[in-house]
């Protein structure tokens, strides 16, 4: 699917964490990337469907405020929907859970794997724009510290390490002059990223 990035709209949500709302509209259906706290006052009633790059709380808890239809998520990180300490809500003012029924974003959108950050982390493609979550920003690339367990960490800081390499390449076979639009922080085409992100250089 091809998406300008002037037909798309960004908010910031989830207060202080500042997450990268993103909406647009393709064939009539409204489409709302990481509703974060908040998220609901830029959809008023709006119907939408929820693309969710990954499970943590400040890229889903806006979802209690929309109206939605179908929710894309990776299967691996489904599960932080409905628990606090995945989503990581339990650390924060509130518990955060929502029991539905989820799609798998992998089979409706084009995705790639890309593990790290969460354990089903995924970078969104459409013809012009890439949503990379919270796996690749601007100028840096997303935190793997966040798990309780320390074998689950170290795991996770080697898996970001193979999918920053293959993020890597990737990016280097498509046009340089498509976006990408990260979970927090600015939004800068890939050939900008190239120069401004140290882990991509
Ligand atoms: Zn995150």
């Known amino acids: 699917m091809k998406l300008s990035i002037s037909d798309l709209k960004t908010y910031k949500t989830s207060g202080e964490f500042e997450t990268n709302t993103y909406v647009f509209t393709i064939d009539g259906i409204t489409y709302v990337v990481d509703p974060g706290i908040g998220a609901g006052k830029y959809l008023d009633g709006v119907k939408c469907d929820v693309i969710l790059t990954h499970g943590h709380y400040d890229h889903i808890a806006g979802l209690s405020e929309i109206e939605y ?6 299967p691996e990180d489904s599960e932080a929907l409905t628990d606090p300490s995945i989503n990581l809500s339990l650390f ?29 982390s995924r970078i969104v493609l459409f013809e012009g724009v890439i949503f990379t979550g919270d796996v690749v920003f601007s100028n840096s690339i997303g935190r793997v510290d966040l798990y309780i ?53």
């Not at 239809?69 to 990776?74: D, F, N, P």
């Not at 498509?174 to 927090?184: E, M």
């Open 149 to 201: 367990d320390e074998n689950e960490k170290a795991k996770m800081r080697e898996e970001m390490k193979k999918t920053i390499y293959s993020l890597r390449n990737f990016f280097k076979t498509l046009p340089q002059d498509w976006y990408i639009c990260p979970g927090h922080g600015e939004i800068v085409t890939i050939k900008r990223l190239f120069e401004l992100n140290p882990f991509f250089k």
């Open 69 to 74: 239809e179908k929710v894309y998520i990776s």
């Open 92 to 120: 924060f003012d509130t518990q955060f859970s929502l029991d539905l029924d989820w799609y798998n974003l992998d089979k409706y959108f084009n995705t790639v794997f890309a593990p790290g950050h969460t354990k089903g």
